[in-house]
């Protein structure tokens, strides 16, 4: 019997999750299989190269690229101070001679006799990665990293800024149809992550920003509020480096929607519990979600169920329940009520294959297939 596939979005109240955690470059793992680790333990570190800081030492001590290497007070390899004296020229009989002072705070890395340059290799830059999820250490991967494991509480976004936080999460809004507006949020959410409900305003942003919250998560967000925020269109690319000192998640989609119901009170029922928040998005090829985790106590949420955990990942049939992506419905949330098998004819002349989706008021409505995204359980 053929299978109809779609793509979703996760909301679990329970499950098993897994993150890699990887160094850039190769360097020092500090863990190992079984540590217990928290959000913010460092796992693993390395060291990049400092920056150069080229100087034209020729042309600073008016003498030929292949004279300079014997002028130099400081040996390749040698420490150098900002303002210490690294080079010196022979003057006029043995007078009038000029000091060359180094720019920079490193060591001397090359001396070229071709171009009369001098380099100055600065301070290595250490390179920190972070648990971001508390738990287990599953698996150890030498001088690359590690995989951490916990049972969490698991939200999935449809879009976000900003990269990984963590933080205690706090209530702002009643219910998950309250607008987030900037009076909701206080100078005591500092460091949490603020649970919105429906739009969150560009003013509640802002106002967030400056408490020093560590993430915002709501149902919807103006795309011009997206924009003022942003100072910019954000395009398509992968989002997470933006450093507007906050990460943002949007669980719903763009304009005044409001956060699933599930989804709200998963997240309220946590509240001042500690969850790890990560806005980075890409949803071209290798698709990547935003996403809020909160660690479990042994036992927690283990008879919550939905019947959407039983199913097959991407599985549509009666009973599922999805989200309308495309206008009339856009935003809407309902259970699939019937899987026609042939296609049908849509308002535009073309065929497609369509579904039949049950709202929560009991009214029903034919959408192409295509027009809708699981929540997955």
């Given at each position: 019997m053929?299978?109809?596939?779609?793509?979703?979005?996760?909301?679990s109240a329970r499950t098993t999750h897994r993150t890699r955690r990887l160094l850039p470059i190769p360097g020092e793992v500090k863990v190992a299989v079984g540590d217990v680790v928290a959000a913010n333990d460092v796992v693993a570190e390395t060291f990049m190269d400092g920056d150069i800081t080229p100087m034209n030492m020729a042309n600073r001590l008016s003498?030929?690229?292949?004279?300079?290497?014997g002028l130099m007070l400081k040996q390749i390899g040698e420490p150098v101070k900002e303002g210490e004296p690294i080079a010196r020229s022979k003057g006029i009989f043995g007078a009038f001679k000029t000091e060359v002072a180094a720019d920079a705070d490193g060591t001397l890395e090359q001396v070229s006799s071709v171009t009369g340059q001098v380099m100055i290799r600065g301070a290595a830059i250490p390179v920190q990665v972070r648990a971001y999820l508390s738990g287990t250490v599953v698996e150890v991967l030498p001088k690359e990293g590690c995989i951490i494991e916990n049972d969490v509480m698991f939200v999935q976004g449809i879009f976000g800024i900003g990269g990984e936080t963590e933080g205690v999460i706090q209530v702002a809004c009643g219910g998950h149809e309250e607008t987030l507006d900037a009076d909701a949020i206080t100078a005591d959410m500092k460091d949490a992550v603020i649970l919105g409900g429906a739009r969150m305003t560009a003013a509640a942003l802002r106002k967030a920003i400056e408490v020093g919250a560590a993430a915002v998560v709501s149902g919807g967000l103006d795309d011009q509020d997206l924009k003022e925020l942003l100072g910019r269109d954000l395009g398509v690319a992968i989002t997470g480096s933006e450093t507007i000192g906050i990460t943002v998640i949007v669980t719903e989609g763009f304009g005044d929607i409001a956060m699933a119901a599930r989804t709200w009170r998963l997240l309220a029922d946590r509240a001042g519990r500690v969850a790890s928040v990560n806005g980075a998005t890409q949803i071209r090829a290798g698709v990547m979600r935003p996403e809020i985790l909160v660690p479990l106590e042994t036992g927690e949420n283990e008879n919550e169920?939905?019947?959407?955990?039983?199913?097959?990942?991407?599985?549509?049939?009666?009973?599922t329940t999805v989200r309308v992506i495309r206008d009339p419905y856009f935003g809407l949330l309902g259970e699939v009520s019937a899987l026609p098998a042939e296609p049908a004819v849509l308002g535009s002349g073309s065929r497609a294959r369509v579904l039949e989706v049950r709202f929560p008021g009991g009214d029903t409505a034919v959408v192409p297939r295509a027009n809708v995204e699981l929540i997955e359980g």
């Open positions: 053929a299978k109809a596939y779609t793509p979703g979005l996760k909301v003498c030929s690229a292949g004279d300079v290497a169920v939905d019947p959407t955990l039983a199913r097959e990942a991407g599985l549509l049939e009666l009973g």
